[in-house]
């Protein structure tokens, strides 16, 4: 399989929260539209450094990720983050590091988008067309 790559549009929480207050308006809620890699054998998502400043989030804590070469290192985690991917929408956390968008298996999964080998690239579920549909068991 090769490289999926996708348009994401991140958002700051904190401004969606800000916004339905009445602190501030919508058009001053803080996002941006990028074009991401898809990373099928990653957990979490990655967000640069750059575009956590421009969306205004924080890093909140640590924690140890390993890399495809096997290293580990302590890395910063995001407040979470509002991913929108082919009209689906979620929030999550992130590591923060690189220079550019990762998308992982939790957003992933959240979103309930699938990988398609023959045309690389995100497709909904066919079970669930109209959109992610949560387990609850």
């Known amino acids: 399989m090769g490289e999926v790559r996708t ?12 916004s339905r207050a009445g602190l501030i308006t919508k058009d001053q809620i803080r996002s941006i539209v990028t074009d991401a890699m898809v990373d099928t054998g990653a957990v979490r998502s990655v967000i640069p450094m750059s575009i956590l ?4 989030v924080n890093i909140y804590t640590e924690k140890t990720a390993e890399f495809a070469n096997g290293s580990k290192e302590k890395v910063g985690v995001c407040e979470p983050i509002y991913f929108e991917i082919d009209n689906r929408d979620t929030y999550d956390e992130a590591f923060v590091l ?8 939790t957003v992933l999964e959240k979103l309930d988008l ?5 045309t690389q690239t995100l497709i ?4 669930h067309p109209e959109g992610p549909v949560s387990k609850i068991k």
């Open 7 to 18: 348009q994401v549009k991140l958002t700051s929480i904190e401004d969606i929260v800000k």
């Open 53 to 56: 400043e421009k969306l205004g």
């Open 98 to 105: 690189g220079d550019e968008v990762l998308i992982g298996q």
């Open 114 to 118: 699938l990988v398609d080998c023959n």
């Open 124 to 127: 909904g579920n066919p079970k």
